[in-house]
């Protein structure tokens, strides 16, 4: 945790042995001080300068040395605008400029541009007008909202379609931007589109002139039009003559950034004698998509008597960086730049372009050297970065990957909308509840009771629900019972213990905000109810002050909701609390609520190329610059492209301008490094994997080809496997072989700091191979769980069964278990929200992106098939007639196998009611075929039907024991539906052909007592089968390669 502690000092705060927390004083870092370029840049003046230097240059550092001279001469920073390019980086800003300043400044301007145009709008726009920011994500909202009020004649019939959708409004909300970006009217936009013969942009104009009366009606305003409403103010003499006066001069850092919108406002202000101080580098302009101009620089120029200083010295990259660099920067358009940085002072570092087999061996190599980096290099995690070009699709596996070899990584949190973040979305599910006035339903009750407003797990759920099936027998089911009880708390009367507690408490709850929008309270009155009814605030605020980053986070999501709910004060009662809901469940963007969490450097940064701008790093590792990733050239699927918008013309965007934009943005990833650059790719067998990028090339060094893993491993695993090789080897000297067991002995006594053994496989008792076989009787637990796919795997490969259930040993998993994960997840909306096929592909086209794949062409060819499968799906959903009675229904029901009690887990995909039956439908998403012949014993399918025979969905259907056919619905397969196979119910055909009756009362049983002899044996021998050719463990399996030898592993 960091305290302020006056002026420019900050602290750590440190518990002691002792019991007491103690302020140990954290020094700050020196600062370096100016060069004579870096001074003249910074020295004050009137009139437009403008400081234009490559990468590590010391812009931000002259820029700071400006602000810090002017406020010693007697400035303050309420007479000086401060901009950066974001809220975060205005934070950075503010906080250094009060470090160097030593004092408290009163309305310190500095913030972003948006922040500035608004408070003049505030300070001098009309005072009868209160103007409401619309963030992003509540601007896409209103924008879906327009669209879906006008009459189907407004877009042209083929859009029909495509109107509705998310991606649409996107769209028509980017053009908007772009539109303002250029300071263009709705009556410009028809002029250029007229011109151009363009009905879509003609319709966008007329839908953007109503889009500004409404917004004007109700007093609010989005970012784009911001700015230009800012720019209208200037243009009245008085107020621009207020500002003049009240301003001393504006600093801009990161003036690239900048839109033709944004710059023409700061000209305005420089116009009206306000002094005009900017800084950049236009070979760093990444931020295109949001409208940052490419003339920034010489527009700047134009101003009469503006200033040009170039800085040229380099304070960052080493001689090998600066050389690959400037290869890269040659290639870039030379407008407005100033010319290539020269070295820093110091080693010549290196510089180093790789192409791996896979992905996997590219983030198995790059684990390995920045283990390397610190273990033998003496560097600290915190010094090296690694960077993609990709969000969400690239980090997240990564992350993983990389943790798993043992690094430690920092990940900035996810930019996701609000509605999306686990904590906003607990206290959204009970103001629904609460406004509704009704019980939830059945997956909200279990969502509310394993929410942090009550914490009753599934286990309780059950306790409390046949509880309430006792006291209630003739009010419903338990699931019913369950949600009744949070609107009904007089059902909990006689029930006691801590689940009944539980409930109470969550009723009461639910009950006070209820009460609060039914006396006309507003909404953030009934979510005050919900949230300070618990001890979750608490608990929160506990675990953010240990330092937990989830914890923060949670708090700063809900933190957001609060602040848009009071914002909404006029949402009052039951339908203002579903409004609120709905605007907050529509946003699709995150909102830029500048409070991202400071990363505590305890490990390595994993970032974004976009968000890696801001820093710097001792070693920098570039990863996946692959052909169709970076440079990524495809523009697919946009109806409306706000690039093509010109003040005077529609055009298309070149190949060209999109190659320079991603050419820039590996410029900036690859700059941010100090001493070492590592680039890579990957090649893939018969380039599946997608061909290295051609960027890799433009650095000037020689691309190196790596095959394989890494030969050794820098881990406690790997070292402790080497000395366990060494001891165990005959053809090692006995000197060897001694010393190598003197070392295991030593490292398994080894323990951290906090009492864990970092080294405990060098055990040997945790070594199989060298302890006796068991015997005797087993420790089997007395309750034998198993799921129908384990029971698939168990009678399969009873080593793959104990390999990847009992020891955990399965890797992650791959996209085609992704895909499978969104298929199921899709076919459940399509039952409980009631989707077709239209919004069941634009909910999957919402979410495919953030699908790992190793190569576009793959997740293209992929998503075709998906698409199809989702479409067959909707098509016999549509069609089908028998009733659905649950989807994802979770099942547990015991009965006695072998004389030991078996428990048969799992959940089904579908539950239906088929004349009068129960009968259970499995999804496939795979693409292997299976028919009638292969289903006949398929034990998944027959672990359903027993477990529907023994009451496992007593709560879905009272009383019914009589199983239907289950079925598999193998989706990538058929014309307009799916293939269907099914499997004899075992209540017409209880056993096989070639089964005794007298053995088993089903073929099930038999499956599940051959199942129980093995688990009981603790023997899981190895069973070459079909499986073998997909499973992670056939390298050392001793079925498949019968020459090897057992080995003390």
């Given at each position: 945790?960091?305290?302020?502690?006056?002026?420019?000092?900050?602290?750590?705060?440190?518990?002691?042995?002792?019991?007491g927390?103690?302020?140990?004083?954290?020094?700050?870092?020196?600062?370096?001080?100016?060069?004579?370029?870096?001074?003249?840049?910074?020295?004050?003046?009137d009139?437009?300068?403008?400081?234009?230097?490559?990468p590590?240059?010391?812009?931000?550092?002259?820029?700071i040395?400006?602000v810090?001279?002017?406020?010693?001469?007697?400035?303050?920073l309420?007479?000086?605008?401060?901009?950066?390019?974001?809220?975060?980086?205005?934070?950075?800003?503010?906080?250094?400029?009060?470090?160097?300043?030593?004092?408290?400044?009163?309305?310190?301007?500095?913030?972003?541009?948006?922040g500035?145009?608004?408070?003049?709008?505030?300070?001098l726009?009309?005072?009868?007008?209160?103007?409401?920011?619309?963030?992003?994500?509540?601007q896409?909202?209103?924008?879906?909202?327009?669209?879906?009020?006008?009459?189907?004649?407004?877009?042209p019939?083929?859009?029909?379609?495509?109107?509705?959708?998310?991606?649409?409004?996107?769209?028509?909300?980017?053009?908007?931007?772009?539109?303002?970006?250029?300071?263009?009217?709705?009556?410009?936009?028809?002029?250029?589109?007229?011109?151009?013969?363009?009905?879509?942009?003609?319709?966008?104009?007329?839908?953007?002139?109503?889009?500004?009366?409404?917004?004007?009606?109700d007093?609010s305003?989005?970012?784009?039009?911001?700015?230009?409403?800012?720019?209208?103010l200037?243009?009245?003499?008085?107020?621009?003559?207020?500002?003049?006066?009240?301003?001393?001069?504006?600093?801009?850092?990161?003036?690239?950034?900048?839109?033709?919108?944004?710059?023409?406002?700061?000209?305005?202000?420089?116009?009206?004698?306000?002094?005009?101080?900017?800084?950049?580098?236009?070979?760093?302009?990444?931020h295109?998509?949001?409208?940052?101009?490419?003339?920034?620089?010489?527009?700047?120029?134009?101003?009469?008597?503006?200033?040009?200083?170039?800085?040229?010295?380099?304070?960052?990259?080493?001689?090998?960086?600066?050389?690959?660099?400037?290869?890269?920067?040659?290639?870039?358009?030379?407008?407005?730049?100033?010319?290539?940085?020269?070295?820093?002072?110091?080693?010549?570092?290196?510089?180093?372009?790789?192409?791996?087999?896979?992905?996997?061996?590219?983030?198995?190599?790059?684990?390995?050297?920045?283990?390397?980096?610190?273990?033998?290099?003496?560097?600290?995690?915190?010094?090296l970065?690694?960077?993609?070009?990709?969000?969400?699709?690239?980090?997240?596996?990564?992350?993983?990957?990389?943790?798993?070899?043992?690094?430690?990584?920092?990940?900035?949190?996810?930019?996701?909308?609000?509605?999306?973040?686990?904590?906003?979305q607990?206290?959204?599910?009970?103001?629904?509840?609460?406004?509704?006035?009704?019980?939830?339903?059945?997956?909200?009750?279990?969502?509310?009771?394993?929410?942090?407003?009550?914490?009753?797990?599934?286990?309780g759920?059950?306790?409390?629900?046949?509880?309430?099936?006792?006291?209630?027998a003739?009010?419903?089911?338990?699931?019913?019972?369950?949600?009744?009880?949070?609107?009904?708390?007089?059902?909990?009367?006689?029930?006691?213990?801590?689940?009944?507690e539980?409930?109470?408490?969550?009723?009461?709850?639910?009950?006070?905000?209820?009460t609060?929008?039914?006396?006309?309270?507003?909404?953030?009155?009934?979510?005050?109810?919900?949230?300070?009814?618990?001890?979750?605030?608490?608990?929160?605020?506990?675990?953010?002050?240990?330092?937990?980053?989830?914890?923060?986070?949670?708090?700063?999501?809900?933190?957001?909701?609060?602040?848009?709910?009071?914002?909404?004060?006029?949402?009052?009662?039951?339908?203002?609390?579903?409004?609120?809901?709905?605007?907050?469940?529509?946003?699709?963007?995150?909102?830029?609520?500048?409070r991202?969490?400071?990363?505590?450097?305890?490990?390595?940064?994993?970032?974004?190329?976009?968000?890696?701008?801001?820093?710097?790093?001792?070693?920098?590792?570039?990863?996946?610059?692959?052909?169709?990733?970076?440079?990524?050239?495809?523009?697919?699927?946009l109806?409306?492209?706000?690039?093509?918008?010109?003040?005077?013309?529609?055009?298309?965007?070149?190949?060209?301008?999109?190659?320079?934009?991603?050419?820039?943005?590996?410029?900036?990833?690859?700059?941010?490094?100090?001493?070492?650059?590592?680039?890579?790719?990957?090649?893939?067998?018969?380039?599946?994997?997608?061909?290295?990028?051609?960027?890799?090339?433009?650095?000037?060094?020689?691309?190196?080809?790596?095959?394989?893993?890494?030969?050794?491993?820098?881990?406690?695993?790997?070292?402790?496997?080497?000395?366990?090789?060494?001891?165990?080897?005959?053809?090692?000297?006995?000197?060897?072989?001694?010393?190598?067991?003197?070392?295991?002995?030593?490292?398994?006594?080894?323990?951290?700091?906090?009492?864990?053994?970092?080294?405990?496989?060098?055990?040997?008792?945790?070594?199989?191979?060298?302890?006796?076989?068991?015997?005797?009787?087993?420790?089997?637990?007395?309750?034998?769980r198993i799921?129908?796919?384990?029971?698939?795997t168990?009678?399969?490969?009873?080593?793959?069964?104990?390999?990847?259930?009992?020891?955990?040993?399965?890797?992650?998993?791959?996209?085609?278990?992704?895909?499978?994960?969104v298929?199921?997840?899709?076919?459940?909306?399509?039952?409980?929200?009631?989707?077709?096929?239209?919004?069941?592909?634009?909910?999957?086209?919402q979410?495919?992106?953030?699908?790992?794949?190793?190569?576009?062409?793959?997740?293209?060819?992929?998503?075709?098939?998906i698409?199809?499968?989702?479409?067959?799906?909707?098509?016999?959903?549509?069609?089908?007639?028998?009733?659905?009675?649950?989807?994802?229904?979770?099942?547990?029901?015991?009965?006695?196998?072998?004389?030991?009690?078996?428990?048969?887990?799992?959940?089904?995909?579908?539950?239906?009611?088929a004349?009068?039956?129960?009968?259970?439908?499995?999804?496939?998403?795979?693409?292997?075929?299976?028919?009638?012949?292969?289903?006949?014993?398929?034990?998944?399918?027959?672990?359903?039907?027993?477990?529907?025979?023994?009451?496992?969905?007593?709560?879905?259907?009272?009383?019914?024991r009589?199983?239907?056919?289950?079925?598999?619905?193998?989706?990538?397969?058929?014309?307009?539906?799916?293939?269907?196979?099914?499997?004899?119910?075992?209540?017409?055909?209880?056993?096989?052909?070639d089964?005794?009756p007298?053995?088993?009362?089903?073929?099930?049983h038999?499956?599940?007592?051959?199942?129980?002899?093995?688990?009981?044996?603790?023997?899981?021998?190895?069973?070459?089968?079909?499986?073998?050719?997909?499973?992670?463990?056939?390298?050392?399996?001793?079925?498949?390669?019968?020459?090897?030898?057992?080995?003390?592993?």
């Open positions: 945790m960091k305290l302020s502690v006056g002026a420019g000092c900050m602290g750590d705060v440190k518990f002691h042995s002792s019991g927390w103690r302020l140990v004083r954290r020094l700050p870092a020196p600062t370096p001080e100016p060069t004579p370029s870096q001074l003249a840049a910074a020295r004050p003046g009139g437009v300068r403008v400081v234009v230097g490559g590590g240059t010391g812009k931000t550092t002259a820029l040395e400006s810090v001279t002017r406020l010693r001469q007697g400035a303050s309420e007479r000086l605008a401060v901009l950066a390019s974001s809220r975060a980086d205005a934070q950075r800003l503010r906080r250094e400029i009060l470090r160097r300043t030593g004092g408290a400044q009163v309305s310190a301007r500095v913030t972003t541009v948006h500035l145009a608004l408070g003049w709008l505030q300070e726009g009309d005072p009868d007008v209160t103007w409401r920011l619309l963030r992003a994500p509540e896409e909202l209103r924008i879906r909202e327009l669209l879906a009020e006008l009459g189907p004649g407004f877009w019939e083929e859009l029909l379609q495509a109107v509705p959708t998310r991606a649409f409004a996107r769209q028509v909300r980017e053009v908007l931007a772009r539109a303002r970006h250029l300071s263009m009217d709705p009556e410009d936009v028809a002029r250029v589109a007229a011109a151009s013969g363009d009905v879509l942009f003609s319709r966008v104009a007329e839908f953007f002139e109503q889009y500004l009366t409404i917004s004007d009606f007093g305003l989005d970012y784009a039009e911001l700015v230009y409403r800012a720019r209208l200037l243009g009245d003499r008085a107020a621009a003559r207020s500002i003049a006066s009240r301003m001393e001069a504006i600093v801009v850092d990161d003036v690239q950034a900048l839109d033709a919108a944004q710059l023409a406002l700061l000209l305005d202000c420089a116009a009206a004698g306000v002094p005009l101080h900017a800084f950049g580098d236009p070979q760093q302009r990444i295109g998509f949001r409208g940052a101009t490419a003339d920034v620089v010489p527009k700047l120029l134009a101003a009469p008597g503006a200033e040009l200083v170039q800085l040229t010295e380099g304070f960052r990259n080493s001689p090998a960086l600066a050389a690959a660099l400037d290869t890269v920067r040659r290639r870039l358009s030379p407008l407005g730049a100033a010319p290539s940085p020269s070295p820093a002072d110091g080693a010549e570092g290196r510089v180093t372009s790789r192409v791996y087999d896979d992905e996997g061996a590219e983030q198995a190599h790059v684990a390995q050297q920045l283990r390397q980096a610190v273990l033998s290099d003496g560097l600290a995690w915190s010094e970065a690694v960077v993609v070009r990709a969000g969400r699709a690239q980090l997240g596996p990564l992350a993983r990957e990389l943790s798993r070899y043992g690094v430690p990584v920092e990940v900035a949190g996810d930019e996701i909308p609000l509605a999306g973040q686990l904590a906003v607990v206290l959204l599910l009970a103001l629904a509840v609460a406004a509704r006035g009704g019980g939830p339903d059945p997956d909200e009750t279990g969502r509310l009771f394993t929410s942090p407003l009550s914490g009753l797990d599934s286990i759920q059950r306790r409390l629900g046949r509880r309430l099936l006792e006291a209630h003739g009010l419903g089911n338990s699931v019913q019972l369950l949600g009744r009880c949070l609107v009904e708390p007089e059902l909990l009367q006689g029930i006691e213990g801590p689940e009944a539980q409930a109470a408490r969550l009723s009461g709850l639910l009950h006070s905000a209820a609060t929008l039914a006396d006309g309270g507003n909404v953030q009155e009934a979510l005050w109810r919900v949230w300070e009814a618990t001890e979750w605030p608490e608990r929160l605020r506990e675990a953010a002050l240990a330092g937990s980053r989830r914890a923060n986070h949670d708090l700063d999501a809900i933190v957001e909701l609060f602040e848009l709910a009071s914002r909404r004060e006029d949402l009052v009662g039951p339908s203002g609390a579903r409004t609120f809901i709905t605007e907050v469940s529509g946003q699709e963007i995150p909102a830029d609520t500048g991202e969490l400071e990363l505590v450097g305890r490990g390595v940064r994993l970032l974004t190329a976009h968000r890696a701008a801001s820093g710097q790093w001792r070693r920098v590792w570039v990863l996946g610059v692959q052909e169709g990733r970076w440079p990524q050239l495809n523009r697919r699927g109806l409306l492209d706000p690039d093509r918008l010109a003040p005077d013309h529609l055009d298309a965007v070149s190949p060209a301008t999109v190659l320079g934009d991603e050419r820039r943005l590996f410029h900036v990833a690859c700059a941010r490094a100090e001493e070492e650059l590592h680039v890579s790719a990957s090649q893939g067998v018969e380039g599946e994997a997608g061909r290295p990028s051609r960027f890799l090339d433009e650095l000037g060094v020689v691309t190196e080809r790596v095959h394989g893993q890494p030969e050794q491993r820098l881990t406690a695993a790997a070292l402790v496997a080497e000395l366990r090789t060494v001891a165990s080897d005959p053809g090692t000297t006995e000197g060897m072989r001694r010393a190598a067991a003197l070392r295991l002995a030593r490292l398994a006594e080894v323990t951290d700091a906090d009492g864990h053994r970092p080294f405990r496989a060098a055990d040997p008792a945790t070594w199989w191979g060298v302890l006796e076989d068991s015997s005797g009787a087993p420790e089997v637990p007395g309750v034998i799921t129908g796919s384990q029971l698939e168990l009678l399969t490969c009873p080593r793959r069964w104990f390999l990847s259930r009992r020891v955990g040993a399965e890797a992650g998993r791959q996209s085609r278990a992704s895909v499978g994960d298929v199921h997840l899709l076919a459940e909306r399509a039952v409980t929200d009631g989707l077709d096929a239209a919004a069941l592909k634009e909910q999957l086209a979410v495919w992106d953030r699908i790992p794949f190793e190569a576009e062409w793959l997740s293209v060819s992929e998503r075709a098939e698409e199809a499968a989702v479409e067959r799906f909707a098509n016999w959903n549509d069609a089908s007639r028998e009733q659905v009675l649950a989807v994802e229904a979770p099942f547990s029901v015991r009965l006695e196998v072998s004389g030991r009690t078996v428990e048969l887990t799992g959940t089904v995909d579908r539950l239906q009611l004349d009068g039956r129960l009968r259970v439908l499995d999804l496939k998403t795979g693409r292997k075929l299976l028919r009638a012949r292969d289903v006949v014993d398929h034990p998944q399918l027959g672990v359903y039907q027993l477990a529907a025979s023994l009451g496992a969905f007593e709560e879905y259907a009272p009383g019914v009589c199983v239907a056919p289950p079925a598999l619905l193998m989706l990538r397969h058929g014309d307009q539906w799916p293939e269907l196979v099914e499997q004899p119910s075992i209540d017409e055909k209880p056993l096989l052909d089964e005794d007298a053995d088993h009362p089903t073929w099930v038999a499956r599940l007592a051959q199942a129980v002899e093995t688990i009981v044996s603790e023997r899981f021998p190895a069973t070459e089968c079909q499986a073998c050719a997909y499973c992670p463990f056939a390298d050392s399996c001793p079925a498949l390669h019968p020459s090897g030898k057992e080995v003390g592993a």
